[in-house]
């Protein structure tokens, strides 16, 4: 069947949506291909077309795995065999999978990028006949984009097994550099570009600047008809302002991962069933969630990048009726913004600083101290030396990651943890909480049997191989116990901080600076076009498109700067056509002013005198008292 006859059967849509058919085609004439469609562009269609079309299987790696089981489920109810290899899974499960997709009919395997990489998968990969490998969430694969994940830095590696084989690498937002970036990481070969607008005709992005976002929050819900999201920026206010929300009438609900998991189905189905109107949420919500006649999206605290923005606001009008965006965002807001950048990276000097606060602290003397490990209370530490916790924490990371300290726990009494959430809420909650998922991963890859009794861990294990500090694992393990994933008995004893060379001296203490500057660089970026963003004067619509590299954007005539725009425009055009009257009228005889007034067609009483009042004061028309004239 062609791609066409294949799009009508399994899809039931008689035509492609913009770019979709010249993508499939580039895909079934054996390029190397990068796609950019905006959220809810149809990106899916553009590999599980020409796969159907092809002999053999389609091999798409995501890193998301709810988004994975859907679309599995999805094919599966259209006829078509698919399956999803994700972790979590056994052993002897997974064998019998990939056996499936050697030797039966199955058209196509999802692939979580860590699984890819296991020797299991890729010996079977080898076997298989492969007709299309396609990187989903292409972007992540780039340390420049907003959701940079390592493991994908791997995925070219399949080329090795399948070298003929044509990629797909597909993401809804990516700005010029990064698409340069993924062409590049991905090792694409001549690659086909397919990049459609960014552009969204029917959103209507609007930001407010006030103290009282409550109240703007509920005007808009009132104002604007139909569904809608409103995005805070942790679970607590979700709870709160729904609450708020149905103190001022209004139907709504909130959502976050650490809802019990029954509970949060139902909310979601109440939700697209439009049982609930308005869903308060962190900003997981909405993930892989097909519902396109939400009207609003509002983000009550600015996000941390436009990409981010991009995505989540581009949830609202997929039907492609009228909706909005709205962000509101106070000075207040920046101040936060700004404040979380800056205690997020120490500087090469304040690194060096704390090294050598260290070896104050310890009373250790150059070239001495190699494998001592001693014990290290961090709150004494900084109280004595006057330093921020936040900045000392990332400082310890980097001298980590350039193999100078460790810490490590007290060996009296091991900590252990146990998984109390089952693995499907754990899985899920993964999904939904990126920032937890490298540790979650990695307890389940080191300590087996965790779901089933306590298992003994060591942080500094975890710190070594997760490339983050001793009391940062820690303190991610005590919010993991906190938000009911596990439950974590810590050793007793102070944590060791242990020497792993020599103390150095300044001059020979060599910090990675390439390596800070860089990821200072890419957040400090996200950050200023995030502030640029809420601040200027400039169409809102114009601001993104731009950003994504669409440098001729036009302005789109119905955000909140174009509509204020517009409004100076109309009311300088009615101040002329009411001058024009006013000296045509005044050109054929004298007014009383009420006469003068009413004779006027165009404005309103208001206007009328005050275009009186201006022309006498510019001395363009006179008046004796009474009447009026040129």
């Known amino acids: 069947m062609t791609q066409a006859e294949i799009l009508k059967k399994y899809w039931g849509f008689d035509n492609f949506r913009p770019l ?23 990106k899916s269609i553009c590999f599980q077309v020409p796969a159907m079309v092809m002999e053999g299987i389609c091999i798409v790696v995501s890193p998301l795995i709810a988004l994975m089981k859907d679309q599995v489920e999805n094919l599966k109810a259209r006829g078509i065999e698919a399956i999803a290899i994700y972790a979590g899974m056994g052993k002897r499960e997974i ?16 692939l979580s990028p860590e699984r890819l990489l296991s020797d299991i998968v890729r010996k079977r990969i080898a076997y298989m006949n492969v007709n299309l490998i396609a990187i ?14 390592p493991p994908y830095l791997k995925i070219k590696e399949l080329r090795e097994i399948h070298p003929d084989k044509p990629v797909l690498a597909l993401t809804a937002t990516a700005t010029p550099f990064v698409r340069e970036d993924i062409i590049k990481k991905l090792e694409l070969k001549d690659a086909k570009v397919f990049v459609k607008s960014f552009a969204r005709r029917n959103l209507s992005y609007v930001v407010y600047d006030l103290e009282d976002k409550h109240k703007k929050l509920v005007e808009i819900i009132k104002n604007v008809k139909g569904c809608g999201l409103v995005y805070v920026r942790n679970r607590r ?15 709504a609900d909130f959502y976050h991962a650490g809802i019990e998991k029954d509970l949060r189905f139902k909310k979601q189905k109440d939700w697209k069933k439009d049982i609930i109107r308005v869903m308060v949420a962190t900003n997981a919500f909405g993930m892989g969630i097909d519902k396109p006649d939400v009207r609003f999206v509002i983000h009550m605290d600015l996000p941390e990048s436009l990409e981010a923005y991009y995505q989540e606001a581009g949830r609202a009008g997929r039907d492609e009726n009228r909706a909005f965006a709205v962000l509101l965002a106070n000075k207040s807001d920046q101040l936060i913004l700004n404040a979380k950048y800056a205690d997020s990276f120490p500087t ?28 290290f209370d961090l709150a004494d530490f900084c109280k004595r030396f006057n330093i ?30 146990m998984f109390t959430a089952s693995h499907e809420d754990v899985y899920r909650f993964q999904i939904e909480n990126s920032g937890y998922d490298a540790l979650i991963k990695t307890i389940q890859r080191s300590y087996g049997g965790a779901f089933d009794a306590y298992v003994k861990i060591k942080e500094s294990d975890l710190s070594n191989r997760l490339k983050i500090s001793f009391n940062d694992v820690v303190a991610l393990l005590e919010r993991l116990q906190q938000l009911e994933i596990i439950s974590y008995l810590p050793q007793t004893d102070q944590p060791q901080l242990q020497f792993v060379v020599p103390r150095v001296d300044h001059l020979h203490l060599d910090i990675d600076a390439k390596y800070i500057a860089l990821r200072q660089k890419i957040q400090n970026d996200q ?7 809420a601040s200027t004067s400039l169409c809102r619509s114009k601001q993104l498109l731009i950003y994504f590299g669409e440098l ?4 789109c005539g119905f955000c909140d700067i174009c509509l204020a725009e517009r409004k100076i425009e109309e009311q300088a055009q009615l101040k002329d056509k009411i001058d024009f009257e006013i000296v045509t009228l005044l050109k054929m005889q004298h007014f009383l002013l009420d006469d003068l007034v009413r004779e006027i067609s165009s404005g309103n009483e208001n206007d009328k005198i005050e275009r009186i009042r201006d022309l006498l004061d510019a001395g363009k028309i006179k008046t004796d008292g009474k009447k009026y004239y040129l």
């Open 95 to 110: 064998d019998i999978l990939l056996d499936n997709c050697i030797y039966g009919n199955i058209k196509f395997l999802y």
């Open 348 to 375: 090469v000097d304040e690194i060096k600083k704390v090294y050598h606060y260290l070896g104050s602290y310890f009373q250790l003397g150059y070239g001495a101290g190699e494998g001592l490990s001693l014990a």
């Open 237 to 251: 206010e979700t709870a709160e302002i729904a609450h708020f929300l149905q103190r001022n009438g209004i139907v």
């Open 552 to 555: 001729s954007a036009e302005k």
């Open 20 to 42: 979709q058919d010249e993508i499939v085609q580039s895909v079934l004439n054996n390029n190397d291909t990068l796609a950019l469609l905006p959220t809810g562009g149809g």
């Open 388 to 417: 921020g916790v936040i900045k000392t924490l990332g400082a310890l990371k980097f001298l980590e990651r350039d193999g100078y300290v460790a810490l490590s726990e007290n060996i009296f009494l091991q900590s252990r943890i």
């Open 136 to 149: 989903d969430e292409a972007h992540c694969i780039s340390q420049w984009g907003y959701d940079f994940r």
């Open 527 to 533: 950050l200023k076009a995030v502030l640029a963003y």
